[in-house]
């Protein structure tokens, strides 16, 4: 973009209510933490924080005599206002309005542009309702609630009751668009509130501010961590679902979304659908109310997957442990718990799961051979230049791919990658077992001038063994190469 473009930027962000340029800018920041669009994110909030936060421009001291002997205390000019503690209005107008508004729905957000899953709302769609509601949805109870903002602390019964006020008038209001008695030109005035995204998440916005009372008494009813779904706590979250409000086919998906959250395991929300079908029979469980469980259970499974996919990608390898456990004992729950018929609607999700989690983890086990070898492998010494070594940080890239495969082992046989995993380790550990061997004979004898880098892949062959073998056959690969060189030392000096 050229300046001038920067400057057209600039000044439609500038023309932006403050309440609007802060949620875009937290929008902007979660974007860059996921990867996703940086160039462009980047850009964007570097003109927004010159709009946010305008740099104050130094101000020349008045001389002592031209100061008045009776003046009042000179203000400071409204540039260096901005340099203040920020005060309830600015705390409001920079977003505390909308968070404190839809704090109801802050269990169901989520960052995902893309299809959801029942019970989830989008949380870029929150922006463009809280215009409308200013606008034209709601504007006597925004206005209410907007005077209570400044003139009380976010937390006091005044904004709280101003507050409730608005997300029912929000709720009210967005039921007569887009519930099941809309009536009157509903395109024209939906396209007035956004994108066709922003109008999907209308209908699960009304209905959660609708029945906010409803969720806070469930929220109050649940444990603060469920570790196993067994047939007690089944019961127990079966009661505290039973209220006529939360049964709904709309509500439900949300009611099992607040259970999920407090479930060690959350794959476990399907015992509460064959707990009510009183079967694991899908056609049986996809006949009651809680089939929806299944179906969200899959969904998540799926995600879950694509994280996998994406921090693989990345080379985030550090956690992805706690992934791959997640993913196994999902998957092997629904098999195990459910019987899924191969043709059904949710035997193809769950068997499109596995194939996606193995071609994701199939692709990147298949290359580490190659590149341990491509460090470990002897070259002679005309081919090694002075002062040459193996890059520590492809080292310490390679190690965790290694123990990566070693997590892989553990969870091989529900995330069908049983045979890729055996093979590759094994070749693994032949491989870097004779290798290690060969590089701590290579430090008897060789050129001195190619030994830094002999001494190097020594040690990249033994952290490879501490991944593959333990600590203590390490140690004594370890003790070897020291013995050599000390040895190759003392022939040195006697030649």
């Not at 995330?415 to 060969?438: C, F, G, S």
Request: glycine residues 6%; contains cysteine; hydrophobic residues 45%.
């Amino acid at each position: 973009m050229g300046q001038t473009a920067h400057e057209r930027l600039r000044e439609y962000l500038g023309q932006l209510p403050p309440s609007a340029q802060s949620l875009l800018m937290r929008e902007f920041e979660r974007a860059i933490e996921r990867g996703q669009d940086v160039a462009v994110a980047t850009m964007v909030l570097e003109q927004l924080r010159k709009v946010v936060r305008p740099v104050a421009p130094a101000v020349a001291a008045a001389p002592a005599a031209a100061q008045p002997a009776a003046a009042e205390p000179v203000r400071p000019p409204p540039a260096i206002e901005v340099a203040r503690a920020p005060s309830r209005e600015d705390r409001r107008q920079s977003g505390d309005g909308p968070r404190r508004l839809f704090r109801p729905l802050e269990p169901f957000l989520t960052d995902s542009t893309g299809p959801l899953r029942p019970g989830q709302i989008r949380r870029a769609s929150l922006l463009a309702v809280w215009q409308w509601l200013g606008r034209e949805g709601a504007p006597e109870r925004y206005a209410e609630f907007d005077a209570a903002m400044s003139a009380s602390s976010e937390s006091s019964r005044e904004v709280e009751m101003a507050a409730r006020k608005l997300q029912l008038a929000a709720a009210e209001a967005l039921m007569k668009l887009v519930g099941p008695n809309a009536t009157g030109d509903r395109q024209r005035l939906l396209a007035r509130i956004g994108a066709p995204s922003v109008i999907e998440d209308l209908l699960p916005i009304a209905l959660v501010l609708q029945n906010r009372e409803a969720l806070d008494g469930l929220n109050g009813r649940l444990p603060g961590i469920i570790r196993v779904l067994g047939d007690s706590q089944i019961a127990s979250v079966s009661d505290a679902i039973n209220v006529p409000s939360l049964q709904t086919p709309a509500m439900l998906p949300f009611a099992l979304s607040l259970v999920m959250q407090r479930l060690a395991a959350p794959w476990q929300i399907i015992r509460l659908a064959t707990k009510i079908a009183a079967s694991d029979d899908e056609i049986r469980v996809a006949a009651t109310p809680f089939g929806i469980a299944v179906t969200i259970a899959l969904n998540d499974l799926a995600n879950l997957a694509s994280v996998l996919r994406a921090d693989i990608r990345r080379g985030h390898f550090a956690n992805l442990g706690d992934t791959l456990k997640s993913l196994h004992d999902g998957v092997r729950g629904l098999r195990t718990e459910l019987d899924l018929r191969s043709e059904s609607s949710w035997g193809k999700q769950l068997t499109a799961i596995r194939a996606d989690i193995s071609n994701a983890l199939q692709s990147e086990i298949d290359s580490v051979p190659g590149r341990a070898r491509r460090i470990l492998r002897q070259r002679a010494d005309k081919d090694i230049p002075a002062g040459a070594g193996v890059d520590t940080g492809e080292v310490e890239e390679v190690a965790a791919l290694i123990e990566f495969v070693a997590v892989c082992r553990n969870y091989a046989s529900e995330l069908a990658i049983n045979e890729v995993t055996l093979r590759t380790y094994t070749d693994l550990q032949q491989y870097v077992e004779k290798a290690t061997e060969a590089l701590v004979q290579s430090l008897r004898s060789g050129d001195a001038r190619a030994r830094a880098y002999r001494q190097s892949q020594v040690s990249a062959a033994i952290r490879f063994c501490h991944v593959l073998f333990g600590n203590d056959y390490a140690q004594l690969m370890s003790r070897s190469a020291e013995n050599a060189l000390n040895g190759e030392r003392k022939s040195s000096r006697a030649g």
